[in-house]
């Protein structure tokens, strides 16, 4: 027999960090956690369901480490320093295996990132995993959407669109065989959290790219009151992405989604420091293009102006 | 055509109070709140799963209010101001009618507690309902489980059981011809956010009564490291219940879930200033038992020992 408290410490009492500013954590009605006088707080929470998000059958130790990189995402967008999760998990049965590894993966990114689990909620019900990521920004210095300006450079972390191509592996349209690190970027997203602090000092705005590129600029350039000027040729393609994609893989930087790379706007004069600053946080940032005036996306290939429909994923178009 | 934006923009943006202490709210990757210096931030979750704690069908106004409550009788029992609330939606389809009714249900309960919706997600997916809420309480000041002493009182706030037995009705297991103030508990549950604050300083330790209120007392108890004994004579029943359940209706007292009232432990030279502050917060306290040295919970009824075998409402019991 086990009852939701067994499971809890069984799989979940001890995981992430184990933080001083964690006063109370999981046990209680509520988690206490001390904010330090000089820092903002930060909030997000994103799910993943099954058959939506994932397949049915996905790796558990992947799903742990997904559930939590969509969030830390989020924050390192916004410049911020993860701190404390809150977890709930709707499971449709007891599966010691199956949690032991969605524990594992959590955990091990909780750690890598500081992050305690100080609270969360288990329940029956069809496969679906919350996270809430609270994290702290100093005062005024959160990055945001909406501080771009005409003229702006918009740059770009990583290789975009690896993990668009790896989930079509896993959606069983293509072979494995040779796309296994476009999988692996799919299963294991790594969030720029080291970035997204050193862009508080470097960026106008800034987005994490989970819907496509073209989607996320474009919700940056109209935060901004801005249109956008792309171009393509300076997309950062990577080399498994190319020998996969052939000529479409430029299609799967722009639209692919669950990338979790930061897209961001930079005045021109910060260009230098990026390039040094980048290299420092082992993540390399790509110059593809500039906030306008004229509302809208121009996308530019080589010399001309071209369409291009997909809009990004949208968990409501209908 | 609706987007998940389109769909934000429509039914959420506004929803609840407006807060100075929201810096960035809906919008951007994530929230950004404003902590008072002396303030510690407290932090719960809960989740409502369709065919799990609603019937599918129920009225989404209900749901709309009782996502929330669950989560401000948390913050209830840790003594806390209910500040900021996340809401995480799956949903199996876009269903107008149905988001207008879950989010006057979420908007008036939220005003009523000055709590601000600042962030949140949607996606497609079996219905379920998390919301993440954070409130404020003075630093060392959160009531928690683990305070009670020997000795020390045990009161519960309101009449336990009346929600359990509207649940029945909801479930068709009983009539609802006589029991509308029965159902209207379980579908509108008054969250003791303004008794949990009056209790700051009366109480040792304080637990919200989700599970049955034999259930919750025994974990307020373990986790104070005492036993306790209960006096079933002593149970605040509601004429309503007695009504609908007759000799039973202390069963539903004990056993029932759903309550969300304050069960608390508090030394006994408190009694006198509870009875004045109770009436102020609007809601009675009833001594029904004290904490005691020897583990373990044992309820006297008409002079005897009695035995009691429901355990509490456990998601994961099997």
Do not use: K
Not at 148 to 154: C, S, T
Not at 284 to 291: D, N, Q, S, W
């Amino acid at each position: 027999m086990s009852t939701e408290a067994q499971l809890i410490e069984r799989y979940f009492l001890s995981l992430g960090a184990a933080r001083t500013d964690v006063a109370l954590g999981i046990g209680d009605d509520a988690a206490l956690l001390d904010v330090p006088a000089d820092q903002q707080l930060v909030l997000t929470t994103d799910t993943l369901v099954e058959g939506r998000h994932f397949l049915p059958g996905a790796a558990p130790h992947s799903l742990g480490h997904r559930a939590l990189a969509v969030n830390l995402s989020d924050l390192a967008a916004m410049g911020a320093t993860p701190a404390w999760a809150l977890l709930s998990l709707n499971l449709p049965a007891i599966d010691d295996a199956w949690l032991r590894g969605f524990a594992a993966g959590f955990d091990a990114l909780a750690r890598a990132h500081q992050v305690a689990l100080a609270g969360g909620n288990l329940t029956r019900g069809p496969l679906s995993i919350t996270v809430q990521l609270a994290g702290l920004v100093p005062r005024g210095c959160a990055l945001r959407r909406d501080g771009g300006r005409v003229g702006d450079l918009l740059c770009v972390s990583g290789t975009p669109g690896d993990a668009a191509l790896g989930l079509e592996v896993r959606l069983g349209r293509r072979p494995a065989a040779g796309s296994e690190e476009l999988c692996r970027r799919f299963d294991y997203p790594e969030a720029r959290v080291q970035l997204g602090l050193q862009l508080r000092s470097l960026a106008s705005a800034c987005i994490d790219v989970s819907d496509g590129l073209y989607a996320d600029i474009a919700r940056l350039a109209a935060a901004s009151s801005c249109g956008a000027v792309l171009q393509v040729d300076d997309l950062p393609l990577s080399v498994a992405l190319c020998a996969a994609a052939g000529d479409a893989a430029w299609r799967y930087a722009l639209g692919g989604g669950e990338d979790y790379e930061l897209a961001f706007a930079m005045p021109v004069e910060q260009r230098a420091e990026l390039a040094g600053r980048a290299v420092a946080g082992g993540v390399r940032c790509t110059v593809i293009g500039r906030l306008r005036a004229a509302a809208g996306i121009e996308l530019h290939r080589a010399g001309s102006v071209i369409q291009f429909s997909h809009s990004g994923f949208d968990h409501f178009e209908v």
